[in-house]
T-cell receptor
Framework: QKEVEQNSGPLSVPEGAIASLNCTYS??????FFWYRQYSGKSPELIMS????GDKEDGRFTAQLNKASQYVSLLIRDSQPSDSATYLC????????????FGQGTELSVKP | GAVVSQHPSRVICKSGTSVKIECRSL??????MFWYRQFPKKSLMLMAT?????????EQGVEKDKFLINHASLTLSTLTVTSAHPEDSSFYIC???????????FGSGTRLTVV
């Protein structure tokens, strides 16, 4: 089993819709979870971090974490064409500050 | 915010030569940096963890004699691809964490092409 798994997509949503991205991880003791956005040919940029169970909202983005299910998700409300990118889920392996392991990424396409 | 500067952004080299990639933390001290490589349409694969003042820790399957990592100061880590071959062509990215509960910030990446 891969340490961090995502649906590779592509995920296509119309402009203005909600995009839902999902991620599962295998290490039960992982403590820090991140969502990055990566445009083609560029390095990843941090969108959200989440450390405790529940929801965390930042603008149009909401991260959800369920440690019991080892599941983390990202919702993008009012999707815009500029949101079209690959979204990478990343998990910080214990101890904190240790290596960050990435899922394979989900390609999101927002159609005007 | 924390900035990691990576150079060069692009390099083309001949097969058999060595290439050095630099990664600098500009406004914070990074005792640990991470080196990743990424193939087209693939995710980031962790190559090694670079520790200031000590030897790097390599992931399984990564040749430490081929990918030399030096972390001589709290703000600089370098990755040298030795005796490069076309299969080493990839996108190399460095990263560092700038606080206990902050995300990891990434360099802009280096596109290496070996001809």
């Amino acid at each position: 089993q891969k340490e961090v798994e995502q649906n590779s997509g592509p995920l296509s949503v119309p402009e203005g819709a909600i995009a839902s991205l999902n991620c599962t991880y295998s290490d039960r003791v992982s403590q820090s979870f991140f969502w990055y956005r990566q445009y083609s040919g560029k390095s990843p940029e941090l969108i959200m971090s989440i450390y405790s169970n529940g929801d965390k909202e930042d603008g149009r983005f909401t991260a959800q974490l369920n440690k019991a299910s080892q599941y983390v998700s990202l919702l993008i409300r009012d999707s815009q064409p500029s949101d079209s990118a690959t979204y990478l889920c990343a998990v910080n392996m214990v101890p904190p500050g240790g290596k960050l392991i990435f899922g394979q990424g989900t390609e999101l396409s927002v159609k005007p | 915010g924390a900035v990691v500067s990576q150079h060069p952004s692009r390099v083309i080299c001949k097969s058999g030569t060595s290439v050095k990639i630099e990664c600098r933390s500009l406004d914070f001290q990074a005792t640990t940096m991470f080196w990743y490589r990424q193939f087209p349409k693939k995710s980031l694969m962790l190559m090694a963890t670079s520790n200031e003042g000590s030897k790097a820790t390599y992931e399984q399957g990564v040749e430490k004699d081929k990918f030399l990592i030096n972390h001589a100061s709290l703000t600089l880590s370098t990755l040298t691809v030795t005796s490069a071959h076309p299969e080493d062509s990839s996108f190399y990215i460095c990263s560092a964490q700038w606080g206990q509960n902050y995300g990891y910030t990434f360099g802009s990446g280096t596109r290496l092409t070996v001809v």
